[in-house]
């Protein structure tokens, strides 16, 4: 198993379980790299964004920004890594062909986790801190933030609203999926590298590499459809509506490729 450096990083492992894939750690720090143009944090929708935003609280950039004491620092340190290590604990044992059922009680578990580490993180932080680093997550989420009820509430969107939204981040949401899930097919397809042998290891990262080259025009293409449905997005708003998301958005925050992967 990886050994990543917050729960949230987990999120791209668990999918990788569940498509049954190999070479679990390569291909996800590769797939990472591809998609990074796209600005895109992981997003867990059973988070609301006060939860998801909480995990923003393990980036040394973020704690900057919200003037963390040191003690403050060490208490998310400590959360974090209890949180990475129960996960990792949790599929430590699993199967690459495991049940559907192992999988989905894996992944609740897993939500379980999430839920209390960011709680717990949370109680850390001031109330200041909570409101700016909530910001800070909406501006990385942007679309994605949408599909949150506590975000929907905030806005106060309107049945349709909340529709013609989910139509629209649903039909980028599948052609990034989609895209993610040939790549990750052809880095799967690399040959294996031989402990100690050279010649193979030059071979497989000249595969990888190759494959990441490659799929750079289609991650322009996937670039350049989020700007368009960000803006769907934002047109489907009330000019109201659109002045509460300014606000909620805070100050603009460049986290640039510091976000949460």
């Not at 989020?226 to 300014?246: F, G, I, Y």
Request: include cysteine; proline fraction near 3%; charge should be neutral.
């Amino acid at each position: 198993m990886a050994n990543l450096s917050s729960p949230r990083e987990l999120s791209g492992l668990r999918d990788l379980y569940k498509h049954k894939t190999m070479k679990i750690c390569t291909v996800f720090i590769a797939l990472s790299i591809a998609v990074s143009a796209l600005a895109q944090s992981p997003n867990a929708p059973y988070l609301t964004i006060k939860e998801e935003s909480a995990f923003f609280l393990a980036l040394p950039v973020v704690q900057k920004e919200l003037k963390a004491t040191p003690e403050q620092i060490a208490k998310w340190s400590k959360v974090f890594q209890k949180s990475t290590e129960d996960q990792q604990a949790v599929y430590a044992n699993t199967k690459l062909d495991a049940s559907d059922d192992v999988l989905a009680a894996n992944e609740q578990a897993v939500q379980k986790l999430d839920k209390e580490a960011a709680e717990a993180a949370i109680a850390v932080a001031t109330e200041a801190q909570i409101k700016r680093v909530r910001q800070i997550a909406l501006q990385r989420l942007n679309i994605e933030a949408f599909a949150k009820t506590d975000v929907q509430a905030d806005l106060g969107l309107t049945a349709d609203q909340k529709k013609s939204i989910g139509d629209l981040v649903e039909d980028y949401q599948k052609k990034l999926d989609d895209f993610s899930e040939e790549l990750a097919k052809q880095l799967e397809s690399a040959p294996e590298a031989t402990a100690g042998d050279a010649a193979s290891q030059k071979a497989y990262q000249d595969k990888i590499n190759a494959a990441i080259l490659a799929s750079k025009p289609k991650a322009a293409e996937l670039q350049i459809l989020r700007k368009d449905t960000e803006s769907k997005v934002l047109a489907s708003l009330t000019q109201t509506q659109r002045t509460k998301w300014k606000t909620m958005l805070g100050m603009p925050f460049d986290l640039s490729e510091k976000a949460p992967s």
